[in-house]
């Protein structure tokens, strides 16, 4: 297994969202002070959005009205195999109009996380690797 080349494969459109639609934490990027930040975040996603809780004071509400792009992944490091998706969209405080939030997993941050932001995504992409 060492010694195999990796095969990587792209992922068509809708396996890249249900990929991104079967995980709570991602890495989201986006520019603060004229810098990229990734930050880890918790969201949730449905219907072609991913929402993200944010707390009080964080760096991430300086996302809003910018391009931001989140990235989840697996990987198995033994087998040197797994896959990843980017998902890239303008981030905005959500709104009434944007209706019912799906549902999160528990928070990985102490505190209320009292904001609410959103995702439509407007293009994702991703790549499996696995060994020939």
């Known amino acids: 297994m060492a010694g195999s080349l990796p095969v990587v494969r792209e992922l068509s459109d809708s396996a890249c969202r249900d990929l991104l639609g079967s995980c ?8 603060d002070d004229g810098y990229p930040i990734i930050l880890p975040v918790s969201y949730g996603y449905r219907d072609g959005r991913i929402w993200i809780r944010v707390g009080a004071g964080s760096k991430l509400a300086k996302a809003p009205l910018s391009p931001v792009s989140l990235e989840v992944d697996e990987l198995d490091l033994t087998s040197r195999s797994g896959w990843s998706v980017l998902a890239k969209g303008v981030a905005r ?3 009434d109009e944007d209706g019912a939030e799906p549902p999160f997993g528990p928070a990985w941050r102490p505190g209320p996380l009292p904001g609410r932001l959103v995702v439509k995504v407007n293009h994702v992409s991703g790549r499996r690797f696995d060994r020939a």
């Open 93 to 95: 405080w959500v709104t």
């Open 24 to 31: 709570e934490v991602g890495r989201l990027a986006f520019v």
